[in-house]
Nanobody
Framework: QVQLVESGGGSVQSGGSLRLSCVAS??????MAWFRQAPGKEREGVAG???????NLADFAKGRFTITKDNTQGTLFLEMNSLKPEDTATYFC???????????????????WGRGTQVTISS
């Protein structure tokens, strides 16, 4: 069984930065990703990471967000810079037992989910 616990969310002003963390326990996970969901909107992919370090980023995240992983600690990170009010959402960590995912931003591809951490950006 894989458990994912997110942290690092908070409230910052537009232009600020946050670093989200996701601690993973268990062994049956390979590909990991960050998703977000704003009230009234569908869950959308933010960034995904293969075990070999190859990453995917949503268009809105390119140039502002970075996904990394500390393999020794089993922790996934999302570094977010130049935050905008439209980045306000609950951010979720997700993991899959597969090495690579073609549609990495499809939530149905992931078997394991954290409970989320709230990110609020004020203008």
């Amino acid at each position: 069984q894989v458990q994912l616990v997110e942290s690092g969310g908070g409230s910052v002003q537009s232009g600020g930065s946050l670093r989200l963390s996701c601690v993973a326990s268990g062994r049956n996970y390979r590909y990991m990703a960050w998703f977000r969901q704003a009230p009234g909107k569908e869950r959308e992919g933010v960034a995904g990471l293969r075990p070999d370090g190859d990453s995917n980023l949503a268009d809105f995240a390119k140039g502002r967000f970075t996904i990394t992983k500390d393999n020794t600690q089993g922790t996934l990170f999302l570094e977010m810079n130049s935050l905008k009010p439209e980045d306000t959402a609950t951010y979720f960590c997700a993991a899959s037992p597969t090495w690579a995912i073609v549609d990495w931003d499809d939530p149905s591809k992931y078997a394991y989910w954290g409970r989320g951490t709230q990110v609020t950006i004020s203008s």
